[in-house]
């Protein structure tokens, strides 16, 4: 039996406290494989401070990100789940601190604890980047934060059942090495309605686990050089040199990839990531954990990613449209209909093994998105 507290915190913030989990029958763990989140710490600002952008002179705000991305629209009606480990033990505060110095509405967050919660300082401020991000991109939306015990794969993959379970979207901002057996998780990531964002990592070329599996949007990297304040873009964006990116070796290449051709590039396996977003630390987003920082990394792009795809759920909600499942068919479909006006092709830039070139690579998959235009496409693709 599992005892469901519900407790109203004075914020307009919500916690939804629970223990145990009948999560189905994973595969066998590997022991020693552990996730880590895909963030990187450009620099801190004075926690008194209220206009972070003041302080040191870089760090976009939301306005700048939504701006540069073109991305409208609330997520009402719609559930982002956060996995993450840990948790943070200050998300209630922080959380408010960050809505109230950019004038944000008051959100709507649910935290789900999978059992005992521990703490990581690493691991607390990823938790503040995704809930605080996706919120700032989709505010009308419910955030689930579901806190796993340990970024152990058991632990991890647990709460994605749960999050899968209970929300459209599932945003896991962390990655680890690929598993030769890695095939036999990739179930985890299937569920009616459900699409699944993962992180492809920020040790440059390479696949990561489990932003290779098929049934997850792989995300990666990009850097968006902005003008000072505004949300234009001074130079083009680039590829990110740490953005993960490659050839997985355990992955068949899927159906998704095949029919847009790049089966040659990853010589029949699975390619990632699938798409990108703004994730180099030097043109990073201020977030605040107990005071402010600059965070960078994949990390930024998975929440990011997770958020556009509420927004499109609340347009095919209003077209009566069921959500999206999955959702590579979707992107990918776009890429051989509309690929100009849905995608912001990224051209230059290396990741090491890997250069971004014209159309899908394997630093920026598709591109970043063109959200005024992917948006409202994507909401009569059935």
């Known amino acids: 039996m599992r005892l469901t507290v519900l407790v109203a915190i004075v914020c307009g913030l919500f916690l939804v406290s629970a223990s145990g989990l009948c999560a189905g029958d994973l595969p066998s763990a590997p022991g020693g494989w552990a996730a880590t989140p895909s963030l990187h710490v450009k620099g801190q600002g004075s926690a008194k401070n209220t206009q972070p952008n003041l302080i040191t002179g870089y760090g976009y705000n939301p306005s700048q990100i939504k701006a540069a991305y073109r991305i409208s629209g609330t997520g009402a ?8 480990a840990y948790g943070s ?33 690493g691991w607390a401020l990823e938790t503040s980047l995704d809930v605080e991000l996706a919120h700032a991109l989709a505010p009308g939306a419910v955030i689930l934060l579901v806190v796993a ?27 680890g090495d690929e598993l030769s057996d890695e095939t036999t998780y990739d179930s985890v990531f299937q569920h009616p309605g459900t699409v699944f964002v993962a ?67 990853g010589g029949g396996y699975r390619c ?61 479909d776009l890429a051989v209909s509309s690929y100009g006006n849905c995608y912001r092709d990224i051209t230059a830039g290396f990741n090491g093994d890997f250069a971004a070139t014209p159309g899908y690579d394997l630093i920026t998959g598709l591109g970043s998105p063109r959200a005024k235009k992917l948006i409202p496409d994507l909401r009569f693709i059935p």
Not at 89 to 105: G, M, N, Q, S, V
Not at 112 to 119: A, D, L, N, T, W
Not at 220 to 239: H, I, S, V
Not at 298 to 305: D, G, I, L, N, Q
């Open 89 to 121: 033990p200050t998300i209630y505060e922080d959380l408010l601190a960050f809505c109230r110095t950019y004038k944000l509405p008051q959100a709507n967050l649910q935290v789900h604890y999978m059992g005992g919660q521990g703490y990581d300082a």
């Open 272 to 332: 990632i990531p699938d798409v990108a977003f703004a994730a180099d630390p030097n043109t990073g987003v201020w977030v605040y954990n107990q005071g402010w920082y600059v965070v960078g990394g994949t990390s930024v792009a998975t929440p990011s990613w997770a958020a556009i795809v509420a927004l499109v759920n609340q347009a095919r909600a209003v077209k009566h449209q069921p959500p999206l499942t999955d959702g590579h068919q979707e992107l990918y």
């Open 149 to 175: 015990q340990s970024p152990s794969l058991p632990d991890l993959f647990a709460a994605v059942q749960y999050a899968g379970q209970n929300a459209q979207v599932v945003s896991m901002s962390w990655s």
């Open 199 to 265: 992180a492809s990592g920020d040790s440059g070329s390479g696949a990561q686990y489990p932003a290779a599996s098929p049934n997850v949007v792989a995300a990666g990297g990009t850097t968006l050089y902005l003008r000072r304040g505004t949300g234009t873009l001074k130079f083009p964006e680039t590829a990110w040199e740490g953005s993960g990116g490659g050839v997985s070796q355990y992955e068949l290449i899927p159906y998704y990839q095949a029919m847009l051709g790049i089966g040659g590039i």
């Open 77 to 84: 009606g719609q559930t982002i789940a956060i996995v993450d």
